[in-house]
């Protein structure tokens, strides 16, 4: 079982940068695959970022097309925690930002499907 905590949201003006945190409590988290994924008012939720459970030179991130080189995601096992470092903000990034994680050994997915335990969630506000 893994008991996820998102934080780091919040307002910012467009080409700002924020850090999203997902702080995990549990037996396992360090073998579970972490997505990010975010929904805003009167749209379905969608993916953004991905990152494997093998957290050295060979892990595996994946991005959505419409964040790739200005979203970043990363792990610190130490810590419990995954990290979307999104920096150029746009106000269409407005949205709130929820992290999940696979089962353990899973390989990582673009569809909520793919994982099993939800955060909270924290919200995103982008102003023009």
Not at 84 to 108: H, I, V, W
Request: hydrophobic share 30%; glycine share 10%.
């Amino acid at each position: 079982q893994v008991q996820l905590v998102e934080s780091g949201g919040g307002l910012v003006q467009a080409g700002g940068s924020l850090r999203l945190s997902c702080a995990a409590s549990g037996r396992t988290f360090n073998t579970n695959p972490v997505g990010w994924f975010r929904q805003a008012p009167g749209k379905e939720r969608e993916f953004v970022a991905a990152i494997s459970w093998v957290a050295d030179s060979r892990d595996s991130r994946d991005y959505a097309d419409f964040v790739k080189g200005r979203f970043t995601i990363s792990r610190d096992n130490t810590k419990k925690t995954v990290y979307l470092q999104m920096n150029s903000l746009k106000p269409k990034d407005t949205a709130f930002y929820s992290c999940a994680a696979g089962r353990e050994y899973y390989s990582t997915s673009t569809s909520e499907t793919g994982y099993e335990y939800w955060g909270q969630g924290t919200q995103v506000t982008v102003s023009s």
